[in-house]
């Protein structure tokens, strides 16, 4: 019987939350307190011949200019944590300011600590930089012909480049009765968080940096201290709770300007950024361009994918390797292919830096291979559930890298549930509209690169009163990254969660739990609480053995108490046995570790065998509403549904799955992110969309519990993978209900007009 | 960069008056956060797009990013924290903490003055009126679901309070884990 597992228990975080309490990144001040500005590039691709900073200095409440110059090192490979070095196919730059040249718009060259955000901003419009402006590369095609400029001077234009080599798609597709053929964009992303980038830095009696900043990964404290060239002890990352983050705070954002500022200037100092400049010069979702080839029998059976991915990977290569590595594992999508042939580039360009974002390379592929699937069904006249049900991974078969997938699979189930979910379609409500359905299926996986050797650690300490606190140096996103582990430890120990206190992100007093990315804290901090928790566990019953004079098999842990399972009469208090324990010298704490599955390296662009731990599998369907004369559109129903292996807290999971599926609604319908030699045009929630309350129906969640997963009890991370399928699903529901076939998103209505035109054009001839 | 001059001004935030010398483009948000110390208004964008910065001012909710602090001279604002000890406003905090209304929490105080100020004006919303009343705030974690089954949880409880429960109409109006928890309000567990 569960205590606490399965039970929509409220987050320990809401609490605070609803209160106002909770001192997000920008809500601290520390006294004495300067102000930092960046002052960032005009041009998106420039040579810098002259930077002068005299007059900026001399202005009165100016503390600190800080340019290229001034930092001790100032170019660097990313690492998130990750003790491996996995070689330049795998890694990317990371400089902090730009030196002699600029590679994209809103690159930071100089830095300003003043004592007040106006007078820091002045300072920055006092520096003069002569720019020699290069033209641009803004096109990854045009970047990838021979002969075109280098973006970056030590990096050639094809970052990355990726293979899948399984089976012979040559012969197979010389056999398939069918062939379909498609090209297929997609676009931009920008992860709107609602609290922009921040941050506070203070430098301590002895030397230590400390930054109060809201990221995703405390791990980048050994990045910091190596721009500074001092010890990896001497910087401190105290994680806030993060006002949203979805891979945006993964890279890198205003915590190397913070602790070169509060360092030069001894003072602390807050850098916080507008929204203008968050939407302009943070890092994206990749666009890709993809061209996919399908190759099916009669009777639906796809023999042969192939398809060649070119992702824009910017102008700093930042997780742009890692994304595209996720989108050529994911090509063939949850599907079994014999034959599969992928070639995979991302290459450099002079726009906007692409890294994280939820769902890592998955949604981009996604989007081609579902339309893919689509187009099959109705080439072949199979249903859409039906064809995908006819090749649908199952345990035993292999991914297009030729890993066997020996996990149990729902993907069949999931789809299904959701297909039938919609029902039948209503009348349209009036002759104008067309009601159609769609189906989107889909794999994401959770936890890191195999090969990068993840690990997490978390502590529990009991306390005589029966209440316990627990360390983890866990970033909380809000997707109950920190909550989930005081029910885990409840689970184990009887616990009172609100008796709990939790500690997270302190890179020097929590034990480093790894970052709050790839879907893994769960699958990783969780395995690692669950140790610790056990280990606890362990020594109470054994104690409890002794004092009751019962075995320990027979034992079991309720809330605040252990008692015998044959003669429940027979039990012990909580308090009572752990003064008992702690009289008797036992330890009452317990660090864990959990490490995942190690691989090695890729030894080349050839990419085979096991690459992540695990995947997630689920499936969405919608019914959309088109208006054939405005090609306006109406989503009245979502309905989603994945196997999330055990969801140890349905409300929580239900709030993942609605919210990346209206993330993903947003990707293909309403985020028009609109970018013109290199500068982003809609630099405002009023130019760039996300959904609003008004926009989107209530997401119908169907959770499956399969209970394979590699997390605690049998739980699949669920962070990522509702962001995959929704786009397909909607544009697919388009086509079914109009004839409209979008291959770029997202879909707006003027696309859908376009099209609706083009038919008119043909019919009417 | 704009001109600037001194403005003193004093404006009850609250419940107390805080006197404070703005500059003439200094907006409400500024002085609730920089001066008046409020930080549960949070500021997502400046511009009036995301309604984290909601609060009641003069009466009405409003983006206080959009409101001049010199205008608020001699005005009365609430955000969140002033808001604490109304029964509505505890329902409307209740029911967002149990339905999961809350993920990173960023948009939150903005969502629960808006969600109060709707049902001061509409104490027995549709889910569609829910929605047109938040629509001004912004929120990127939750798909929006949680949030309007809060709002729907807070209003029955109210409504209930209030002596003036349709229970037929209510059940209808929620759904999911928002109706399971209204029956046992209604049922007198709470």
């Known amino acids: 019987m569960s205590i606490t597992i399965g039970k929509g228990i409220p987050k320990v975080d809401a609490k605070h939350k609803v209160r106002g309490d909770t001192i997000y990144a920008d809500d601290y001040s520390v006294p004495g307190m300067l102000y930092g500005k960046v002052l960032r590039s005009r041009y998106p691709a420039a040579r810098i011949l002259a930077l002068r900073t005299a007059r900026a200095e001399h202005l009165e409440g100016v503390y600190a200019v800080i340019t290229a110059k001034d930092v001790p090192h100032n170019e660097l490979t990313a690492r998130f944590g990750q003790s491996t070095s996995v070689g330049v196919q795998f890694e990317g730059v990371y400089r902090v300011l730009a030196d002699e040249e600029v590679r994209y718009f809103g690159e930071p060259i100089a830095l300003v600590a003043a004592e007040s955000p106006e007078l820091a901003e002045q300072a920055c419009e006092m520096i003069e930089v002569e720019y020699q402006p290069l033209e641009g590369i803004f096109d990854p095609m045009t970047a990838m012909e021979p002969g075109v400029r280098q973006v970056a001077e030590k990096q050639r234009n094809i970052a990355s480049h990726f293979k899948i080599r399984k089976g012979n798609v040559e012969e197979a597709f010389a056999h398939a009765d069918v062939i379909v053929e498609g090209t297929y964009q997609v676009p931009y992303q920008d992860h709107a968080y609602l609290e922009p980038e921040s941050g506070v830095a203070w430098v301590d009696e002895d030397g230590t940096i400390n930054i109060r900043v809201s990221s995703q990964v405390i791990e980048h404290f050994r990045e910091v201290a190596e721009v500074l060239n001092l010890p ?21 954002t205003v915590e190397s300007f913070l602790a070169l500022l509060a360092w030069k200037t001894r003072r602390p100092v807050k850098l916080t950024y507008t929204r203008a400049e968050s939407l302009l010069t943070h890092s994206k979702r990749h666009p890709f361009f993809m061209e996919y080839k399908t190759g099916a029998t009669q009777d ?35 599907y ?58 199952r345990q035993g078969d292999s991914l297009d890298t030729g890993w066997v997938y020996d996990r149990p699979v729902a993907i069949s189930e999931a789809a299904e549930k959701a297909w039938y979910a919609l029902g039948p379609k209503p009348a349209p409500a009036n002759p104008q509209v067309a009601i159609g359905h769609g189906l989107g299926a889909g794999m994401c996986s959770y936890g890191r690169l195999t090969f990068l050797h993840d690990t997490s650690r ?50 020097q007093l929590t034990p480093l739990a790894g970052t709050t990315t790839a879907t893994r804290q769960l699958y990783m901090s969780g395995n690692a609480t669950l140790k610790a928790a056990r280990v606890l566990r362990t020594r109470m019953l054994e104690k409890a053995s002794g004092m009751l004079g019962v075995p320990v098999e027979d034992l079991e842990v309720q809330p605040g108490k252990v008692l015998s399972k044959s003669q429940p009469e027979k039990s012990i208090g909580l308090v009572p046995l752990v003064n008992r324990m702690s009289t008797e010298g036992e330890e009452l704490f317990v660090e864990s570790q959990f490490n995942a599955p190690f691989t090695s390296i890729p030894a080349n662009e050839v990419i085979e ?141 003027e696309k859908i007009l376009m099209g609706l035109l083009r038919h008119v054009e043909k019919e009417g001839g | 960069m704009e001109i600037q001059s001194d403005v003193k001004v004093k404006i009850r935030v609250n419940g107390t008056a ?104 509409n104490s027995n919303p549709t889910r569609g009126e829910m929605r047109q009343g938040i629509s001004g705030n912004l929120c990127r974690c939750t798909g929006y679901k949680k949030i309007i089954d809060a709002i729907s949880l807070a209003a029955a409880q109210h409504v209930v309070t209030d002596g003036t429960a349709n229970l037929a109409d209510l059940a209808d109006r929620l759904d999911g884990q928002a109706q399971a928890k209204a029956n046992y309000l209604l049922l007198g567990g709470g």
């Open chain 1, 336 to 393: 079994h292919v014999d034959n599969v042939w992928v070639d995979s580039y991302a290459v450099m360009t002079n726009t906007p830096i692409t890294s994280a974002f939820r769902g890592f390379g998955a949604p981009q592929v996604n989007f081609a291979y579902e339309s893919q699937m689509d187009e099959l069904s109705r080439r072949l006249g199979i249903d859409p559930l039906e064809l995908r049900q006819r090749n649908f991974l």
């Open chain 2, 18 to 121: 805080v006197s404070a010398t703005v500059q003439a483009g200094d907006s409400l948000l500024d002085f609730l956060r920089n001066q008046a110390r409020a930080t549960d208004v949070k500021c997502g964008c400046n511009q009036g797009d995301c309604g984290t910065c909601t609060v009641i001012y003069d009466g009405k909710a409003v983006k206080s990013c959009l409101v001049l602090a010199a205008q608020a001279d001699g005005k009365e604002v609430r955000s969140l924290r002033g808001l604490m000890e109304d029964p509505l406003m505890q329902s409307l905090q209740n029911a967002f903490v149990e339905c999961g209304a809350v993920q990173c929490g960023f948009c939150t105080p903005g969502m629960l003055v808006a969600s109060w100020s709707l049902l001061q004006e």
């Open chain 1, 609 to 749: 065998g096991q690459i992540h731990p695990d995947y997630t599998f689920g499936a969405y369907a919608v019914e959309v509403e088109v208006n054939r004369e405005t090609g306006a559109l109406r989503v009245p129903r979502i309905v989603a549904c994945f196997d999330v292996g055990k969801a140890l807290n349905p409300v929580i999971v239900e709030g993942q799955i609605e919210g990346g599926g209206i993330q993903g609604f947003g990707y293909a319908l309403t985020e028009d992110m609109k970018i013109e030699k290199g500068i982003i045009q809609t630099p405002s929630f009023a130019e760039y969309l996300i959904p609003t309350a008004v926009d989107v129906p209530d997401l119908e969640t169907i959770l499956l519990e399969s209970e394979t997963g590699l997390g605690p009890y049998g739980a699949k991370g669920i962070g990522e993978p509702p962001m995959v399928s929704i786009a397909p699903a909607l544009t697919n529901a388009i086509y079914d209900a109009v004839g409209v076939r979008i291959t770029s998103l997202p879909a707006t209505p």
């Open chain 1, 458 to 507: 978390s502590y529990i300490k009991l306390e005589l009163d029966g209440s316990a606190v627990i360390r983890c140096g866990v970033p909380d996103l809000g997707g109950g990254q920190g909550h989930i582990l005081c029910q885990i430890a409840a689970e184990e120990l009887g616990l009172a969660i609100e008796r709990i206190k939790l500690y997270i992100t302190d890179s």
């Open chain 1, 232 to 252: 990896h002890s001497r910087v401190r990352y105290l994680g806030t709770w993060i006002g949203g983050g979805f891979g945006g705070k993964e890279d890198i």
């Open chain 1, 300 to 334: 639906g059976r796809i023999v042969a994918v192939q398809a060649r991915l070119i992702s824009d990977a910017g102008s700093y290569s930042a997780l742009s390797p890692w994304v595209l590595l996720y989108a050529t594992v994911n090509a063939a999508g949850p």
